[in-house]
């Protein structure tokens, strides 16, 4: 019983028993005054934990109780044991209990939410331990822990009840946090579970195993998250469940509260991020992202944070499915188009149709097949050559689904483009038949395509009358006609065309003009048509195609073939391909080195063309000539420097050659004798680099021996030698010149050369030449290297802090022939000095690149700090000042990097170490009066590294003290602030120089 509790106008004026009742009371709106007041319990312990209104103000209250003598009403729903859900209804005044039932199992069960329908029909939910009824056709997950059950309003029978959650569960997973049943009827849950109950309560389970429909905003667990439900009206199905929450912290309510509203939309408070985890799912525009908690036992441990979401479950908010289609179809085809319009939230379809195709003449017929969520519609529409003859044709579609509370409309076009049939072409006619005197036979090939088709027209004239229709054929499959009146034909010339007439009335070209006399064409010949000349070269498979056309464009024409090309055996392949107006000849031919030998009996291909003019065809004869001309040669090898290996012996060398492979077949190593005759030494069927020692060159270190090379092609033709490489007489041409990429000093005690890679097909090695900057002193050899491609030197032989150090890069051949015109370049060697507040910088001159200098940066850098650039300088300015000096520091490192113009390579100079010897001004007085002028006593350093203050009244007696020489004091550190007083104070202090100083001296307080 509550002490100070007021009762007004009670149904239970007294307090019923046990630990706790409880109560149900009512507040004017300003809170100032209780209208009502009353407990509801029995004589064990009871909790009331929900409450809702229907229309006529009626009150609902739900909650739990141990106690079996609540109410007792006539047919009402009775105590089962342990803890038991209950409902009360309560009237308008509060002041009468009209109805209390008990809801359970002889386990334990509480109701902790409830909620009213449209139709007035009370809905609550709540945990059971027990084996909980499920009453109607419902959703339902078998022996889960959680009901959700409805009754009417006068609370006399229970409509339909459930359970849900993850199922064959002993004990609750989840604790309820919001409920809602909307204007629509639909039922939303929101709850938790997980590890924060079971630490308190061991009769709990987890989120695990709940069911989640496929659109769920988060399919996974860990076993601690919020889990958020939809139901259809009546709970016939599960709309839409999701989980929600992190996968490491167990998020969990700590007396927070939530609620949705009436659409749909939940709004909870969480604890989240329990053990310094920031899992939580936030939107990308969150206030904050990240967990700052910490155990208020234990600052140095992560704790949780409050964590809020607004997560919508309306399942009604997507407006039908329609797409905009684009049809074309040609006049009068028969459309028979199936589309479907869908429903993403299961809502039936409501389909309106409009659009300027219903006025057209005969316009199409719509079947509709409606089902739960969608609708199938067949258009059937036949259409005719006058649709052709509109603009695009339109069918509107509005879809309109049930939608509660609102309905969702959706807007789509069907555009129909008819397009008018194509014009068909007409048939081939064959030359006419001759049966009688009277009778011809006209044939025909009919056309490919006969679709649109709708009827041939013959037309005739009989000598120089006019053409006119003279048959009509309805039958697409029809190929001939037999005129009975072509009376005296064989002395009467008849003339006949046909024409392919389509189902919209358009007409094709005319066929070919078939007579029964020669039309005896003015020119007979056949053009597009010259005789040929074709060149191959020996090996290579020749492909050429020959066409020919006829003067009459509706004559079809034919080629025959012949010829020695035949005789050869080498025609890989023909095709020939005869057609209206033109003829064509494809073949491809094999030539061999051999066809070069021909003088006279050319390869030739003949050809005899003709047409099918009636009544006899034309010919025309015509001549392919086919001239086979030798492989090219490849270049000869380039001959390297003979070296004498013995009094008889040479060893010959030659570079990596290049051939074109495709007509190459070996190269030919040759020896010239003094006596001036050649000999062949070698075959050499590779393309690589050649190495041969000749054991017949007899006295070469006297006499001249020479030596060549050339390249053969697969017909067996030699070409062109490569010059002459010869014991005694030989050829000097130097290698050229390397050029120097950077000379950089590398770790402040090294030199880095980078040059660049050898372009000589002859290579042997490089030479590296170094001097010091003695005026007197020469270029020495430093190291030789042997591989063309290490083209990076480290020089560790070196102080860099002293000198400056010069190379020379210089490469010798195969024969031993060093460049003359070799690249040098040096060091950059960096020098400063230190002022008060400046720092002076200068260095040698870096002028060896051959793009020239883009320009000089001074690179400083101080302890904690990154390099900066603080300053670039251009051409030939070799010096610098640094006046620009961060006080808090002392110690800074200086470094030249030039660069050269557009391009990556830069050459670094050395680092030096510059320091500034530390200073500090200490003020002798200072003011506290506010007025921001000397309120505060600071010592001003500059260059200082370490610092240490201690400041002390006049009693000897230690009042400030800070090693941080930023530190101000104020008058807030004495006792009183008010009196003026002298102050001592000593100060040590060092310099980035390792120096130690000391100050002592006194500081006068003035008021």
């Known amino acids: 019983m509550a002490d100070g509790y007021t009762i007004s106008n009670a149904f239970q004026p007294t307090f019923g028993g046990g630990n706790q009742d409880g109560c149900v009371f009512k507040l004017?709106?300003?809170?100032?005054?209780?209208?009502?007041?009353?407990?509801?319990?029995?004589?064990?312990?009871?909790?009331?934990?929900?409450?809702?209104?229907?229309?006529?103000?009626?009150?609902?209250?739900?909650?739990?109780?141990?106690?079996?003598n609540l109410g007792k009403f006539e047919g009402a729903l009775s105590y089962r044991g342990n803890v038991d859900a209950f409902v009360a209804k309560i009237g308008a005044l509060g002041n009468s209990l009209q109805k209390l039932i008990y809801i359970g199992t002889s386990a334990y069960d509480q109701a902790y939410f409830i909620d009213i329908d449209s139709k007035l029909n009370i809905f609550i939910t709540g945990q059971t331990e027990g084996n909980f009824p499920v009453k109607g056709v419902v959703y339902t997950n078998i022996l889960a822990k959680q009901f959700i059950t409805t009754l009417n309003n006068n609370l006399d029978s229970i409509r339909y009840s459930t359970v849900f959650g993850a199922p064959n569960n002993s004990f609750p997973g989840l604790s309820p946090s919001a409920f809602m049943v909307d204007e629509c009827d639909r039922v939303y849950f929101s709850g938790w579970g997980g590890a924060s109950n079971n630490s308190y309560n061991s009769n709990t389970g987890s989120t695990q195993n709940c069911a989640i429909t496929s659109n769920a905003f988060q399919k996974t667990t860990d076993g601690s998250d919020f889990y958020l439900a939809v139901f259809t009206p009546d709970m016939k199905q599960l709309s839409y469940a999701t989980y929600y929450g992190g996968s490491l912290s167990s998020e969990h309510v700590d007396g927070g509260t939530s609620r949705f509203d009436k659409k749909g939309i939940v709004y909870q408070s969480v604890c989240a991020g329990c053990g310094g985890y920031s899992d939580f799912p936030t939107t990308p525009d969150a206030y904050s992202k990240i967990n700052n908690g910490k155990r208020p036992n234990n600052p140095t441990v992560g704790g949780c944070n409050n964590a809020l979401f607004k997560f919508s479950l309306n399942v009604s908010d997507n407006a039908p499915i329609v797409r905009d289609t684009f049809i074309s179809l040609t006049a009068t085809d028969l459309l028979n188009y199936v589309f479907n319009v869908t429903d993403p939230d299961g809502d039936s379809v409501n389909i309106d149709f409009s659009g300027n195709v219903f006025s057209s003449i005969n316009p199409p017929s719509l079947l509709i097949n409606k089902g739960k969520s969608n609708a199938l519609i067949t258009l059937i529409w036949q259409t005719l050559c006058s649709h052709s003859n509109t603009d695009t044709m339109t069918i509107n579609i509005k879809a309109t689904d049930n939608a509660c509370p609102t309905p969702n409309s959706s807007n789509a076009t069907i555009k129909l483009l008819i397009t008018p049939p194509p014009i068909l072409d007409a048939p081939y006619p064959q030359?006419?038949?001759?049966?009688?005197?009277?009778?011809?036979?006209?044939?025909?090939?009919?056309?490919?395509?006969?679709?649109?088709?709708?009827?041939?027209?013959?037309?005739?004239?009989?000598?120089?009358?006019?053409?006119?229709?003279?048959?009509?054929?309805?039958?697409a499959t029809d190929t001939q006609f037999i005129d009975t009146l072509a009376r005296q034909h064989l002395t009467e010339n008849?003339?006949?065309?046909?024409?392919?007439?389509?189902?919209?009335?358009?007409?094709?070209?005319?066929?070919?003009?078939?007579?029964?006399?020669?039309?005896?064409?003015?020119?007979?010949?056949?053009?597009?048509?010259?005789?040929?000349?074709?060149?191959?070269?020996?090996?290579?498979?020749?492909?050429?195609?020959?066409?020919?056309?006829?003067?009459?464009?509706?004559?079809?024409?034919?080629?025959?073939?012949?010829g020695n090309i035949f005789a050869t055996n080498r025609v890989l392949s023909t095709q020939a391909i005869s057609s209206l107006k033109k003829a064509s000849y494809f073949f491809t031919w094999r030539s061999i080195c051999d066809d070069m030998k021909r003088s006279t009996d050319t390869i030739k291909l003949q050809l005899l063309i003709r047409d099918n003019e009636c009544p006899q065809s034309r010919t025309q004869k015509a001549e392919i000539r086919i001239i086979v001309l030798p492989p090219p040669t490849d270049f000869p090898p380039s001959m390297q420097c003979t070296r004498s290996t013995g009094v008889n012996s040479v060893l010959v060398k030659w570079n990596k050659p290049n051939p074109t492979r495709k007509y190459f077949s070996h190269y030919v190593l040759l020896r010239k004798n003094n006596n001036g005759l050649?000999?062949?030494?070698?075959?050499?069927?590779?393309?690589?680099?050649?190495?041969?020692?000749?054991?017949?060159?007899?006295?070469?270190?006297?006499?001249?021996?020479?030596?060549?090379?050339?390249?053969?092609?697969?017909?067996?033709?030699?070409?062109?030698?490569?010059?002459?490489?010869?014991?005694?007489?030989?050829?000097?041409?130097?290698?050229?010149?390397?050029?120097?990429y950077t000379t950089s000093v590398k770790e402040n005690k090294k030199i880095s050369l980078q040059w660049q890679k050898s372009s000589a097909f002859d290579f042997l090695n490089y030479s590296v030449f170094k001097k010091d900057d003695d005026q007197n002193a020469d270029y020495r050899l430093l190291t030789t290297i042997n591989d063309i491609n290490d083209t990076v030197l480290t020089d560790e032989k070196v102080n860099?802090?002293?000198?400056?150090?010069?190379?020379?890069?210089?490469?010798?051949?195969?024969?031993?022939?060093?460049?003359?015109?070799?690249?040098?370049?040096?060091?950059?060697?960096?020098?400063?000095?230190?002022?008060?507040?400046?720092?002076?910088?200068?260095?040698?001159?870096?002028?060896?690149?051959?793009?020239?200098?883009?320009?000089?940066?001074?690179?400083?850098?101080?302890?904690?700090?990154?390099?900066?650039?603080?300053?670039?300088?251009?051409?030939?300015?070799?010096?610098?000042?640094?006046?620009?000096?961060?006080?808090?520091n002392g110690l800074y490192y200086y470094t030249i990097e030039a660069s050269e113009n557009n391009s990556i390579f830069k050459s670094i100079s050395n680092t030096i170490e510059l320091i500034q010897s530390p200073l500090l001004h200490v003020p002798n007085a200072f003011t506290p009066n506010h007025d921001n002028i000397n309120d505060t006593w600071k010592p001003v350093p500059a260059f200082v590294k370490d610092f240490h203050l201690k400041l002390f009244n006049r009693w000897g007696q230690l009042i400030f003290e800070t090693t941080d020489k930023h530190h101000h004091f104020t008058d807030e550190f004495m006792n009183d602030p008010a009196t003026c007083d002298v102050f001592v104070y000593l100060i040590t202090y060092t310099g980035w120089d390792g120096s130690t100083h000391t100050v002592k001296d006194n500081v006068t307080l003035l008021k």
């Not at 697969?714 to 050229?736: E, H, S």
């Open 494 to 562: 008849y003339c006949y065309f046909i024409k392919t007439i389509n189902t919209c009335d358009s007409s094709s070209s005319p066929s070919r003009t078939i007579c029964s006399l020669f039309q005896n064409d003015t020119n007979q010949s056949l053009f597009a048509y010259a005789d040929t000349i074709l060149y191959v070269i020996a090996t290579d498979t020749l492909t050429y195609t020959f066409s020919a056309e006829s003067i009459d464009p509706l004559d079809s024409v034919f080629i025959s073939v012949g």
């Open 800 to 888: 860099v802090h002293k000198h400056v150090y010069c190379y020379q890069l210089k490469q010798t051949n195969d024969c031993g022939i060093t460049n003359t015109d070799s690249h040098h370049a040096c060091s950059i060697l960096l020098k400063g000095m230190s002022k008060p507040f400046e720092h002076s910088l200068q260095w040698n001159e870096y002028d060896y690149w051959k793009k020239g200098l883009n320009e000089y940066a001074i690179i400083k850098k101080e302890p904690t700090l990154e390099a900066v650039v603080a300053n670039t300088t251009y051409y030939k300015t070799t010096q610098s000042t640094d006046n620009r000096l961060n006080v808090d």
């Open 678 to 740: 050649w000999k062949e030494l070698a075959i050499v069927k590779h393309d690589s680099a050649f190495v041969f020692e000749d054991n017949e060159a007899t006295d070469n270190v006297n006499q001249n021996i020479c030596y060549s090379s050339c390249a053969v092609n697969v017909c067996g033709i030699a070409g062109d030698t490569a010059p002459l490489t010869c014991t005694v007489i030989k050829n000097i041409f130097p290698p050229p010149p390397i050029y120097i």
């Open 431 to 475: 030359c006419l038949q001759t049966i009688n005197d009277s009778t011809v036979a006209l044939k025909w090939t009919s056309p490919s395509t006969v679709k649109y088709f709708k009827q041939y027209e013959i037309y005739r004239k009989k000598g120089n009358d006019n053409y006119t229709v003279y048959s009509i054929s309805t039958s």
């Open 28 to 68: 004017t709106s300003n809170l100032s005054t209780v209208l009502f007041s009353s407990y509801i319990g029995g004589d064990a312990d009871d909790a009331a934990y929900s409450i809702v209104l229907d229309r006529f103000n009626n009150i609902f209250v739900c909650g739990g109780t141990q106690s079996s």
